[in-house]
């Protein structure tokens, strides 16, 4: 069983930037792909961004290109999600996961969810 912690989140001003991180419990880590969900009152759980094994390729939505990054470290055993030029409508708990398929926007590939960390916006 993979356990994922999320840490980095809060209130931020538009424009502003957060890192958020993602350590999981499994030493076959370097073996999962990952991946950064969000979700916000009344709105279904959106892909944000993924990255495959060695990170030799990522996948992001449009609403988070150029402005979110998103990067592992193995040895670490952690994922990360750089977000720059946060608007408000980023606002939403943001959620790491993690699957044995690839860097997939499809949210029911994912085996294992952290407990999401919330990322507040402020215009």
């Known amino acids: 069983q993979v356990q994922l912690v999320e840490s980095g989140g809060g209130l931020v001003q538009a424009g502003g930037s957060l890192r958020l991180s993602c350590t999981a419990s499994?030493?076959?880590?370097?073996?999962?792909?990952m991946g950064w969900f969000r979700q916000s009152p009344g709105k279904e759980r959106e892909f944000v961004a993924g990255?495959?094994?060695?990170?030799?390729?990522?996948n992001y939505a449009d609403s988070v290109k150029g402005r979110f990054t998103i990067s592992r470290d193995n040895a670490k055993i952690a994922v990360y999600l750089q977000m720059n030029s946060l608007k408000p409508e980023d606002t939403a708990v943001y959620y790491c996961?993690?699957?044995?398929?690839?860097?997939?926007?499809?949210?029911?590939?994912?085996?294992?969810w952290g407990q999401g960390t919330q990322v507040t916006v402020s215009s």
């Open positions: 996961a993690a699957n044995r398929i690839g860097a997939t926007a499809t949210a029911r590939v994912y085996a294992y």
């Open positions: 499994e030493r076959t880590f370097g073996n999962f792909a």
């Open positions: 990255i495959t094994w060695s990170s030799g390729s990522t």
